[in-house]
T-cell receptor, first 112, second 114 residues
């Protein structure tokens, strides 16, 4: 059983650019959630996907968007990057029946 | 709205000491789950425990134990005989509905010194 994997692990982008982060969910899990964790803070919920549909969204602007694919892997896209978007982006997967969310190792995004 | 407060920002202990990490939560739900996660320097959030609000029995897992007190809305985490490998940031979390999304506290950074 493979765990949650995210790519890339580190990324540096320039303000105004666009970025795509990827997440492969744990085998058997059909729900993927994305979180943003700023330095020294707890993770903040961005949005969740269930069976390829967005199924909940936190307080993030529309330039944060996502996709979930038939194999339940997911992408997080951020347009028009701002300096404050610099953070660790965490992906979590969970099963329909389970209640534990299992996290990947995160992608550390730096916007300069 | 759900809220989780971890008042301790940083704690330092000497190896083999016991340490308790505090978590206070707010929810209007009558049934809910509570979670603890560990975040080592690598960044991944490691699941430690899930507790159902129906079950107020304390739980012990090796050197880890959890004290759930519904009357005071607290879910505290104790590490007995701490080790250097316990050094990490620990987060308490509460789902907004069902199992996700999770609302996290700001975390407590634990440093265990040899």
């Amino acid at each position: 059983e493979t765990g949650v994997t995210q790519s890339p692990t580190h990324l540096i982008k320039t303000r105004g650019q666009q970025v795509t982060l990827r997440c492969s969910s744990q085998s058997g899990h059909n729900t993927v959630s994305w979180y943003q964790q700023a330095l020294g803070q707890g993770p903040q919920f961005i949005f969740q996907y269930y069976r390829e549909e967005e199924n909940g969204r936190g307080n993030f602007p529309p330039r944060f968007s996502g996709l979930q694919f038939p194999n339940y892997s997911s992408e997080l896209n951020v347009n028009a990057l701002e300096l404050d978007d610099s953070a660790l982006y965490l992906c979590a997967s969970s099963s329909q029946r389970g209640t534990e969310a299992f996290f990947g190792q995160g992608t550390r995004l730096t916007v300069v | 709205a759900q809220k989780v407060t971890q008042a301790q920002t940083e704690i330092s202990v000497v190896e083999k000491e016991d340490v308790t990490l505090d978590c206070v939560y707010e929810t209007r739900d009558t049934t809910y789950y509570l979670f603890w996660y560990k975040q080592p320097p690598s960044g991944e959030l490691v699941f430690l425990i899930r507790r159902n609000s129906f079950d107020e029995q304390n739980e012990i897992s090796g050197r880890y134990s959890w004290n759930f007190q519904k009357s005071t809305s607290s879910f505290n985490f104790t590490i007995t005989a701490s080790q250097v490998v316990d050094s990490a940031v620990y987060f308490c979390a509460l789902p907004t509905s069902g199992n996700t999304p999770l609302v996290f506290g700001k975390g407590t950074r634990l440093s265990v010194i040899a």
